[in-house]
């Protein structure tokens, strides 16, 4: 399993985390959020329930848009280091649960400054560990092109590459 696919694992089951407790116990969590002591209303209720199938159903879409939970009968072909190459939506949707992780850390952060509250900390862990891990493949996960590729643009500098001169020189057929 390569990067992409654990984060995309990743991210669905950090929504589900969040997802259950709000659809099966809004009231405590209302309760645990709130300041004062109060009995929670049933339109608080209804967005508790509301968020948790959204954050249910992003969880989804994540899996099927990135190729993690494939739709048909037959597997591809391709390797798993073509990845970016063989689902066309895995990119964008990698690029945005990312923007979405790091903008929900960000908010939970400033709430946790404010409040010092547990529920926002706990947000903070999981969703900057995950708006990291999106980053990280972003920026070394989706080249698509494995070591083979990335050996003939190394410098050389200040030590020679020995093994790429030599696989040149095989090429041209003037090596002795």
Not at 29 to 40: F, Q, Y
Not at 54 to 59: F, K, R, Y
Not at 138 to 165: H, I, M, Y
Request: glycine share 6%.
């Amino acid at each position: 399993m390569d990067a992409i696919t654990t984060y995309t694992y990743s991210t669905a089951c950090w929504f589900g985390i969040q997802a259950v407790p709000l659809l099966l116990f809004p009231r405590l969590i209302i309760a645990m959020l709130s300041r004062d002591d109060r009995h929670s209303t049933d339109l608080e209720n209804y967005f508790c329930r509301s968020l948790s199938l959204t954050l249910l159903t992003l969880a989804l879409v994540t899996l099927i848009l990135t190729g993690s939970l494939p739709l048909t009968h037959s597997f591809p072909e391709t390797s798993s280091s073509s990845f970016s190459t063989s689902h066309p939506l895995a990119l964008p949707t990698l690029v945005l649960t990312t923007a979405f992780h790091s903008c929900t850390a960000f908010y939970a952060y400033m709430q946790y400054t404010n409040t010092q509250q547990t529920a926002f900390a706990l947000s903070i862990t999981g969703s900057g560990t995950l708006a990291a891990m999106g980053i990280w493949c972003l920026l070394f996960g989706t080249s698509g092109e494995g070591p083979r590729k990335q050996k003939d643009r190394v410098s050389g500098w200040p030590f020679k590459n020995q093994a790429v001169e030599l696989s040149k020189l095989d090429r041209k057929g003037k090596r002795i």
